[in-house]
């Protein structure tokens, strides 16, 4: 339920504003109205990170321990990683947020792209933007790295438990499990490492995987 809201959520935070823009033909939006875009992308997306990470860890007690699933994977302990993710995506994203008010802009700038990407608006600042890349190079161990290889030892001791199931309709009904979730996984984590690692994330190319991971996979 709480993938489900931030989903909504994410989606709701770039896509109104993109049809409104299509629909006038307008390109514009106010300084106020990108700070909040960027404020509420930064919540939504870090929590997807890290609920997904912890489905992972869900879906790897549920097939590698299933006897011991419900003492571990307790309501308790649900509730805590859940507030805990909540925590960490509000911090961070107030924390940037607040240090990108402080930045002063030149009077006419545009963001090469279809919503307030902040690493794309800190390229514009005319001021020291030291500590916001120091905070984005940070936050994008915390929330891209750490999350993505816990999901990795994750399915990598699921994949070692299905293959010594004996018979493939065990195997099938293990892997069925979790088949939603590492699709996407996938989508997510491939589309942004695409868009990030891109020589230009302006690029056609890169719109499109901007796309996929702002739009598909949220959708889906």
Not at 202 to 214: D, E
Request: aromatic fraction near 12%; glycine fraction near 4%.
């Amino acid at each position: 339920s709480n993938l489900s809201f931030a989903d909504i959520s994410f989606i709701s935070t770039t896509v109104p504003k993109m049809l409104m823009n299509i629909q006038t033909r307008s390109k514009s939006i106010t300084y106020a109205g990108c700070i909040t875009q960027m404020y509420f992308f930064m919540v939504f997306g870090g929590m997807d990170t890290f609920l997904l990470t912890v489905m992972a860890y869900d879906r790897f007690v549920a097939i590698c321990h299933p006897l011991h699933y419900p003492v571990i994977m307790n309501p308790q302990l649900c509730g805590l990683l859940v507030l805990m993710s909540w925590f960490i995506s509000l911090s961070y994203s107030l924390t940037q947020s607040l240090l990108i008010l402080r930045l002063s802009f030149c009077t006419n700038w545009a963001i090469p792209h279809f919503y307030c990407e902040l690493a794309k608006a800190l390229r514009l600042a005319c001021s020291d933007t030291l500590v916001n890349h120091i905070l984005l190079y940070i936050v994008t161990i915390l929330l891209g790295i750490i999350p993505f290889s816990g999901i990795l030892f994750s399915y990598t001791r699921i994949t070692s438990s299905i293959l010594r199931i004996p018979s493939n309709n065990g195997r099938y009904k293990a892997f069925s499990t979790c088949a939603s979730h590492l699709t996407v996984v996938s989508l997510f984590y491939g589309a942004g490492l695409g868009v990030y690692l891109s020589s230009d994330a302006s690029s056609s190319r890169g719109m499109i995987a901007s796309v996929m991971y702002t739009v598909v996979t949220p959708m889906l």
